[in-house]
């Protein structure tokens, strides 16, 4: 028998409150109180999509396609709460509540796409669409419903969707397990240095960070390199103890790879053979070309010979460079052979030499507060968007900061920068969706929210970024730009639904506003003389970019975007075994991986592609910088350059806009004229 929710349930069932439409109740949520209320919330749409399967008037598009997309909101407001905990204050009892509701979700989403009488209505509706005098958005949201609910298993024999209902179940659970082991195991992770000399080679503000660090872990008195890459990468770069370099690198490297009840490979090896069986069942010969059949790639043929013939010009650069590092270290007389955990350090060396880079020089041009000031002045003057602090919403953490968007007296939305490391958060920059744009019963403001985990300073101390943490910013803030533009009247047409190789594409163009001279000039100031970056110092960081190459062009990315696609093409339901290790070793000893070189997503904590939705996609990466290089030719040859008032309008209006109200293809087609040429990504960086 139902009963009543708790009054802290009901609480969280309720219409959000505040201004802007509501924010979410994100302060002192209690899991047990929120599992309550999601438990509810689902009984809740479950009634409700009864109520639309049932209804005894003729199908029609209101009643049906628009009523689908009206149900499930309170499931939709808790889902945002859930989120939000499992991925940035994961602790206590959360992770439990995360794990047990993942296969609970998974099986309503199978129920929506198994219920033989919801399809059966949409399905007439999209047969009489020609003849409803629907709109073409309209005529898309059917087209969009009709096939999710066929890729989730609509209209296929009964034992299939019994059994493809038991494998999503079985999908979510791994996946939650998958990610909570590495938020755990990261959360205990730590190197800690008990003599100072272990230091030698960071400046005052990391040694303060790690003295800080040990005390939280209960070692006052020492140091300590907790498993973050915020405090891992600066360790490898600027340490000088090669043997402690070397034990940080095992520690971050092996994430989810070490025995024990955290240890992901075998996780990984059930995701896939689920995920091949899955692929069978909808007639698909493999994992890899069931993914791709609704992304602009389309196919795993396509896929593979992009980032083949990529690595093929990036393996001379990269075998290029450890030849550069290896000869600093022998004019050194370090009388070593470059291993993984020399790479970053000498890197930071050649670009002192070569470049006159100084990674500290340029952190103290580049406080937190400046980078965030020059992302919004960009995004002020491309896109017309104004920033002001929102004050009194509810937060999960003091640290994060939360802004009203608006372009001229219009609201726009609002977005959360919930930026520093914290126990219980989950490794890694991203950008989440709390409520999606949509104005079919009345206009509903979307929030963003931007994360990362740069570990926080010590008191009193500046936030410094390294350029590739304010690269990194301006990159989620693309992605933020995206959900905040959208004008889809309804949600499935939402930004963040568009083919999954076109998602990155405003995250990556946002990127090249950071490196713009101008920009720099005005917000790039050392933070104790307020003196702008020096113009030769900007000069030499282009210089070091442009020998560093972009994150796809590196093998840190190829190579795993390689194995990505052949783990899913073996993830076939044939039932042979799988081991994504030994796959990973195999392939990279076939391609030659520079043995100095070191992988940034190994198959043990490459969260992309057992967690997210990068399955069978993580070469997205590429095929997007192809598309931003060229998009960004475009603002270049503009009269106004990566300013021109015309060159934005048009990808404003083009894509960042149309959300998946327009297919990707035809989105990129209608700003640039023609279709993705990888000639500007090659001209930037003189590869053949």
């Not at 919801?118 to 958005?137: I, K």
């Not at 872990?217 to 000088?240: D, H, M, Q, Y």
């Not at 702008?532 to 030499?540: G, H, K, V």
């Not at 603002?635 to 327009?662: C, M, N, Q």
Request: hydrophobic fraction near 45%.
């Amino acid at each position: 028998m139902n009963t009543r929710p708790s009054p802290a349930a009901q609480a969280l069932l309720a219409p959000w409150s505040g201004p802007y439409g509501g924010l979410p109740p994100l302060a002192g949520v209690d899991p047990a109180a929120l599992e309550e209320a999601l438990r509810a919330a689902i009984e809740a749409k479950r009634a409700e999509l009864q109520a639309i399967a049932a209804n005894p008037s003729a199908p029609s598009f209101e009643n049906t396609a628009e009523a689908l997309e009206d149900c499930g909101r309170a499931l939709d407001r808790l889902l945002c709460v859930l989120r939000v905990h499992a991925n940035s204050l994961s602790l206590g009892d959360m992770p439990a509540v995360a794990q047990r509701l993942a296969p609970m979700l998974a099986a309503l989403d199978d129920e929506i796409a198994h219920d033989e009488r919801l399809f059966a209505r949409l399905n007439e509706v999209w047969n009489q669409r020609g003849q409803a005098g629907l709109t073409s958005e309209q005529q898309r949201l059917l087209d969009v419903l009709r096939a999710r609910m066929q890729r989730r298993g609509a209209g296929l024999p009964h034992d299939a969707k019994r059994r493809l209902a038991e494998i999503n179940a079985s999908l979510a659970a791994l996946s939650s397990q998958y990610n909570q082991n590495l938020i755990h195991e990261a959360g205990r992770q730590a190197v800690f240095i008990e003599d100072e000399s272990g230091l030698d080679g960071l400046p005052d503000a990391l040694r303060q960070a790690a003295a800080a660090a040990a005390t939280e872990k209960g070692r006052p008195g020492i140091w300590a390199i907790p498993n973050a890459r915020g405090s891992v990468w600066p360790f490898l770069t600027l340490a000088t103890r090669r043997d402690l370099r070397e034990q940080v690198w095992r520690m971050w490297t092996q994430r989810g790879d070490n025995p024990g009840a955290n240890d992901n490979k075998p996780i990984a090896a059930q995701i896939l053979q689920l995920r091949g069986e899955l692929a069978r069942l909808m007639g698909s010969p493999s994992y890899a070309h069931f993914a791709l059949a609704d992304r602009m790639a389309r196919t795993p043929e396509t896929v593979l010979a992009l980032l083949e013939r990529t690595w093929r010009s990036v393996k001379l650069a990269a075998q290029a460079q450890i030849a550069d590092y290896q000869a600093i270290a022998d004019r050194e007389g370090a009388g070593i052979r470059l291993a993984p955990w020399d790479r970053q350090f000498y890197a930071e060396k050649l670009r002192r030499q070569r470049f006159g880079l100084d990674g500290d020089a340029v952190k103290a041009h580049l406080p937190l507060e400046a980078v965030l000031q020059a992302m919004f002045w960009a995004a002020g003057r491309v896109h017309g968007l104004a920033f002001k602090p929102l004050a009194d919403a509810p937060l999960i953490h003091p640290s994060v900061r939360v802004y009203a968007v608006s372009r001229g007296e219009e609201p726009v939305g609002v977005l959360y920068f919930d930026l520093f490391n914290r126990p219980g958060k989950a490794h890694g920059s991203y950008q989440m969706q709390y409520r999606e744009a949509e104005n079919f019963r009345g206009r509903v403001l979307p929030i963003a929210a931007v994360y990362s985990t740069f570990p926080p300073p010590p008191e009193g101390q500046p936030v410094l970024l390294p350029w590739e943490y304010a690269n990194v910013f301006f990159h989620e803030f693309g992605h933020a730009l995206h959900m905040l533009h959208c004008t889809s009247a309804y949600r499935s047409l939402g930004s963040q639904h568009v083919a999954w190789d076109f998602v990155e594409l405003p995250a990556l163009i946002n990127e090249r506003w950071l490196r713009d001279p101008e920009l720099l000039a005005r917000f790039a100031r050392h933070h104790v003389t307020g003196e702008s970056m020096p113009a030769d110092l900007i000069d030499r960081i282009q210089q070091g970019l442009k020998y560093d190459r972009i994150f796809s062009l590196n093998p840190d990315f190829l190579l795993p975007a390689i194995v990505d696609m052949r783990l899913h093409l073996l993830a076939d339901g044939s039932g042979q075994p799988i081991d994504p290790v030994q796959v990973e070793n195999d392939t990279l000893a076939e391609l030659g991986m520079p043995e100095a070189w070191d992988l940034i997503m190994r198959v043990t904590h490459n969260f992309h592609l057992f967690i997210g939705a990068y399955a069978a996609g993580l070469y997205s990466y590429l095929w997007a910088d192809v598309m931003a290089a060229d998009a960004v030719e475009a603002f270049e040859r503009s009269p106004g350059g990566l300013y021109d008032a015309d060159t934005a309008r048009r990808w404003i209006e083009k894509v960042l806009s149309v959300g998946h109200r327009v297919a990707a293809d035809d989105a990129f087609r209608d700003f640039a004229g023609h279709d993705p040429d990888p000639a500007p990504l090659h001209r930037r960086f003189e590869l053949v």
